[in-house]
């Protein structure tokens, strides 16, 4: 019974994780107690400690007398994005390839391997989750303690952002998506090659990469009606 209800326990954090990734819980919702400690078999207090742990992770806020939230994507939320992300990557990458074990190279592979499954299919959200999963491989070869909560904080918004831009029926966005991941295997090589100084520049040229796509999807083409004739208002008046 124990060891179930921490699977339980453990099946849970992962999927809410995943649920908010993905935008199944949208950016801003209130997520309901009882619910989810009906859909994942579990008493309220330990979903309580689940939240909180989500909370401090960054995915929810906890509100007085409302309960958690799922944490909002706002204007300022962006615009710090495309501030910090530059430097955060550049860091991470600098130091993934000094620090990087053979082990964690492996997953560094094995989430490519996902990400490239994903984009064959053409499946969205799984997508933006093997990304998601690529760069927080990559923060954890970086070993920082104080890089590492930002990159994952930063990795919230920019996975959540994602699974709306990308779509394989843009051109735009296809070319810069297939562009993206050459560069990822470009990263594992030079991680492997222990190659600091070129990876930090390699990592910040695909954060622009993925600011492009961010700009793709929040400036789309305009809609373009034709101007038809004006109205004769003479005729109307008759």
Known sequence: MAGDAKRNKSNCLEDLRRRILT????PGSYLDE??????????RPPLRELLRQLAGEGYLILQDNRGAQVTPITLKTLRN????????HGSIGRLAAENATQAQITNLKDAQH???MATKRGDNAEIALADERFHSTMADMADNEYLLPSMRRLLIDHTRIGVKFYDRRDPTIKGLQEIAIEQHDQLIILIEDRNAEACSVLAMAHWELGRSLIESFMSPNTIVLPLGRAP??????S
């Open 23 to 26: 935008e199944a819980f949208e």
């Open 34 to 43: 009882t619910e989810l400690a009906t859909f994942y078999g579990i008493s």
């Open 81 to 88: 994005l495309l501030i910090a992300a530059p430097m955060i």
């Open 114 to 116: 996902q990400l490239r």
């Open 232 to 237: 004769d208002h003479n005729r109307l008046r």
